[in-house]
């Protein structure tokens, strides 16, 4: 097992909000509710990322209107969802400016920070032909895991060098992820 101890006090130092999670990729907290609206002391983060099985980072105003694009597997091939969506010229010129990982299960995430006064919530954008989400946000109250978690690598970018997204173009990016 990893000690993420390092990662999380540099992701705090990088103005995100951060979470251990477990193996089933939920909270390794008994409660977390107070973690989306202030980050942890970073020598509170010694203790409870010592022993848990990944990190994540806290999405919306705690982490500076930090949002995800989550292109969702479940079993089925989104890489090639993903590539049609991402190639044309002025998608990739946005892109340019976002982290891009790949999940443990198969999926992408797109993450960046944007202009906002009150960030959104989460959102289904798309949806499989059996009801389960396809492409979704994670937004104000909601979380994604990222690398170095087991099983998530990075694509592009960096998540510590990400940029803010004027709201027009993160607006861009969901209308055609819909």
């Not at 101890?5 to 999670?21: E, H, M, Q, R, Y």
């Not at 983060?45 to 949002?67: M, R």
């Amino acid at each position: 097992m990893r000690n993420y101890t390092d990662i999380a006090s540099d992701l705090l130092l990088a103005d995100f909000s951060v979470l251990p999670v477990n193996d089933n990729k939920r909270p390794a907290l008994p409660t977390w509710t107070e973690l989306q609206r202030r980050p942890m002391a970073a020598e509170y983060a010694d203790e409870v990322f010592k022993n848990c099985a990944g990190i994540a980072v806290i999405c919306g105003s705690v982490s500076h209107n930090l949002e995800c694009i989550d292109f969702d597997s479940h079993n089925k091939d989104i890489a090639d969802i993903y590539n049609r969506w991402a190639s044309p010229a002025d998608v990739a010129n946005i892109l340019s400016k976002c982290y891009i990982e790949t999940s443990k299960n198969g999926g992408i995430h797109v993450l960046y920070r944007y202009e906002a006064k009150q960030p959104d919530g989460n959102q289904k954008l798309s949806m499989w032909a059996s009801g389960e989400a396809m492409i979704e946000t994670r937004g104000e109250g909601g979380y994604v895991i990222v690398a170095p978690s087991d099983g998530y690598k990075p694509l592009y970018s960096d998540l510590f060098n990400i940029c803010e997204l004027s709201i027009e173009e993160r607006d861009f990016l969901l209308a055609k992820a819909k």
